[in-house]
């Protein structure tokens, strides 16, 4: 068996989340493979919303187990928060949810270097989440960091406190009245116990050795699906640096996230919506400053699932669409939130730019100068509501032919496209 991936193709929020409910009972197992809390996958059923930040989005499927996968890093006090709303629902975790021993732990000081670094950028922040995501990472690359297997090390507390007081000499560099920041509205020495306390019920979790048991599930024919978060094009090295995410948010993350060989990878789903939106700071050429970005915000309820922030919001950008389905060797396509463009009598496209007055149909290597204006081409809006769709013929000519003009130009069919938050709200194409 080969393992399937899921993943964004824009900047995240693409609505991964539901996708992966909808294709979780095709599956065994679910496995997320990068990423942390800075992830906001959002599923909606029977007028019920979740949204998930490290679990697996196929925690809903009693006859599924979720992997949380070495790729993955762990902030105990906000996974204890995801458990708590999910058991308050009647949503057990406790027979389904697996845990890698080889990720790597948020520590409350984490947190708070994300804080002093960001304040110190000024007019330069990079739009963090403020959930300790980079400095996670940087203590991972530079061998400093605490993974969960060492939770069930009899000198835990004593690297916990070495890592904690590292930490501390740097935030004094930069703050030194930070007991007085707040965490999640606590400040740091409330958080810090807050966080201590959550951390026994990750270490209640069932613990395992992710690389081995994948690829024993592989073996023995299990099907699994690989889990992406954010989007491709915040991807560590080939999104828009330095406003990108920390982790490798690509098809190749799956093989360093899960421990799975590259010859072991089977289909690749790219999740896209039919318009582009970002959350932060960082170049987005398509984006829209008029009524028609305000539209796409409003009816597409563009705010962040982790941060609330509103979301910039732009056409279509196909040069950047075909550059993340060659990055990730995409398969099949899937596009959601079709339904915000019903408000449009003509939609655009961006189907190539100009970068210092010469044509190009590729990402320039930097555009954070803002010197990238995208070339559009104009197709013919729906303006009608799709919501009573049951099949895909049942959609207008005009949503049918702006889905095959998306197809032709990137050469990748669209299997699905979603019209809803609701997982009935998807029509697969046969």
Sequence with gaps: MKIDVLLGLQWGDEGKGKIVDVLTP??????????????????????KKFVLHTIPSGIFNPDTINVIGNGVIIDPFILKKEIDRLNESDIGVSENLLVSRKAHLIIPTHRLLDAVYEEAKGKDKIGSTLKGIGPCYTDKVSRNGLRVGDIEQNNFKERYNNAKQRHIRII????????????????????????????????????????????????????ILAEGAQGTLLDIDFGSYPFVTSSNTTTAGVCTGLGIAPKNIGKVFGIFKAYCTRVGSGPFPTELFDNDGEILRKVGNEFGSTTGRPRRCGWLDLPALKYSIMLNGVTELMMMKADVMNQFKKIK???????????????????????????????????????????YYDFPCDLKNYVKYIE??????IKLVSFGPDRKDTIIRS
């Design 26 to 47: 095709k599956y065994d197992i679910i496995a997320r493979f990068q990423g942390g809390p800075n992830a906001g996958h959002t599923i909606e059923f029977d007028n």
């Design 349 to 391: 496209i961006a189907t190539g730019y100009t970068y210092n007055n010469i044509e190009t149909s590729e990402l320039p290597f930097d555009d954070n100068d803002g010197n990238v204006k995208p070339l559009y081409t104009e197709v013919n809006g729906w303006g009608s509501d799709i919501s009573i769709a049951s099949t």
């Design 408 to 413: 032709d130009a990137v050469g990748v069919p």
């Design 172 to 223: 004094e560099q930069y703050n030194s009245e930070y007991e007085n920041i707040k965490i999640d509205g606590q400040v740091f020495a409330d958080y810090e116990r807050s966080w201590h306390e959550a951390l026994k019920t990750l270490d209640s979790l069932k613990k395992i050795n992710s690389e081995y048991y994948l690829n024993q599930q592989l073996d023995a024919g299990k099907k």
